[in-house]
């Protein structure tokens, strides 16, 4: 399905849908030489909607293989890291998902879903990954 897909080549991308708590969670990975970047979403269903007007719920997580600019001096959060498969340091944001990814992902064709967010973590990861100080060259 892939080959179809306007994505870098260079890069590895991972889907994974489960069962997380109960509830029908994805997860989408991009993995550069820089790091990672992963996209969680998970739906709550009709029933919370109803109550707390949000039913989708998600975070946006990025993996850097070296200390970012931002913790130069922090010890690695990972020492096996699922997107890195090494050390990482991490951070992220549940806002960015609520308010870019989440609307997007509701509003699109679904046929085009897996591809728009591959084609937006490959841009996060290449704008908040790439060219910084931890970077080291990549």
């Known amino acids: 399905m892939l080959a179809n897909w306007n994505l870098n080549r260079d890069y ?29 979403i998970s739906d709550y ?5 109803k109550h707390f007007v949000d039913r989708y719920s998600g975070g946006v997580q990025y993996h850097w293989r070296y200390p970012p600019e931002h913790r130069p ?29 989440i609307p997007m992902i509701e509003h699109m064709p679904i046929d085009s879903v897996h591809e728009m967010v591959f084609r937006s973590l490959e841009r996060d990861a290449e704008r908040t990954l790439i060219g910084t100080p931890a970077c080291r060259g990549c």
């Open 12 to 40: 590895r991308h991972k889907y994974e849908m489960f069962f997380r708590y109960g509830h029908l969670t994805h997860v989408w990975s991009v993995e550069i030489a820089a790091g990672a970047v992963h996209l969680y």
């Open 73 to 101: 001096n922090a010890a690695p959060q990972h020492h096996d890291c699922p997107y890195t498969h090494g050390v990482c340091w991490h951070d992220g944001t549940s806002t960015y998902a609520t308010e870019h990814y």
């Open 45 to 49: 269903g009709e029933k919370r909607e």
